[in-house]
């Protein structure tokens, strides 16, 4: 295996490529650290610290303003760093531009960038204006959805009307940002169940599908339009790992599906 662009003091928790594919962002455990890699020029230092375990970055599909989101999953806080200097001095954290209940587990950026939703172990699927700070939780927005446990992932549609998100409850779900449905008796089926935690969610480059992972081994494929909830009703996994399965995504023509988990990585083809 190649060597290393970079190491953290503990566990890494979360990298995304930037938008031009120049660099890499990675968040850390331990050492409670955002760190911005150069893949041809290693070991750079980290952008920011904090007092919280990083459990998820997100980088700006707006390459030119060069922003990151990432979480501090301690506190609960959303936070959107800026990064026109490619590699800055560590700075001290940003005003959060919102705060869960509990600790963040996932974020991510709408393809225009406009917005960021994020989920938590609050059991909440939120989204946020990236250009406004909302320390307040008296004053943060309604949450688009929840679920009855923990949020594990959350993802946007390719065409940023739609939300999709997995948790602990075994249940994969679809937002209309649009239409919240705060409460739970409000909400829609789910699109799809695993038998245990779903760990990863994420979109078909085309819009028209959604894949799932979870920790009962399956990789899943789901119709984001057909809610599913009845576990004897959905489709065949589109493959299986003998352990947990961590991550999940496509590949950019959607013809296949990448899996990573406790036994190893697989890849998947999908011609349906």
Do not use: Y
């Not at 939300?163 to 799809?192: K, L, M, T, Y």
């Amino acid at each position: 295996r190649p060597k290393p662009i970079g190491t953290h003091d503990g566990e890494v928790t979360s990298v995304a490529w930037s938008a031009d594919g120049d660099r890499v962002v990675s968040g850390g455990a331990n050492d409670d650290t955002v760190r911005v890699w150069d893949p041809r020029t290693p070991c750079p230092g980290p952008v920011g610290t904090d007092d919280g375990w990083v459990r998820s970055v997100a980088w700006s599909p707006d390459g030119a303003r060069s922003r990151l989101a990432s979480d501090d999953g301690d506190d609960g806080a959303v936070m959107v760093w800026d990064l026109s200097d490619p590699f800055p001095d560590p700075v001290e954290p940003p005003e959060p531009i919102g705060t869960h209940d509990h600790w963040v587990t996932s974020v991510a950026w709408s393809h225009d960038g406009a917005w960021l939703v994020s989920g938590g172990w609050d059991g909440a699927v939120r989204v946020w204006d990236p250009n406004a700070a909302c320390p307040d939780p008296d004053r943060r927005p309604e949450p688009i959805g929840t679920h009855d446990s923990r949020v594990t992932s959350v993802a946007w549609s390719p065409d940023g009307t739609r939300v999709v998100s997995g948790g602990d409850d075994g249940a994969v779900r679809v937002w209309d940002p649009e239409h919240p449905c705060p409460e739970p008796a409000d909400r829609p089926e789910p699109i799809g169940t695993h038998d245990d935690s779903v760990t990863s969610v994420a979109w078909s480059p085309d819009g028209t599908r959604v894949v799932s992972g979870g920790d009962d081994g399956a990789v899943r494929v789901w119709d984001p339009d057909a809610a599913c909830p009845e576990p004897d009703r959905r489709p065949d996994p589109i493959g299986n790992h003998e352990g947990w399965v961590i991550s999940v995504a496509w590949s950019a023509d959607g013809r296949r599906i990448a899996s990573g988990g406790t036994a190893g990585l697989r890849v998947w083809e999908q011609t349906g």
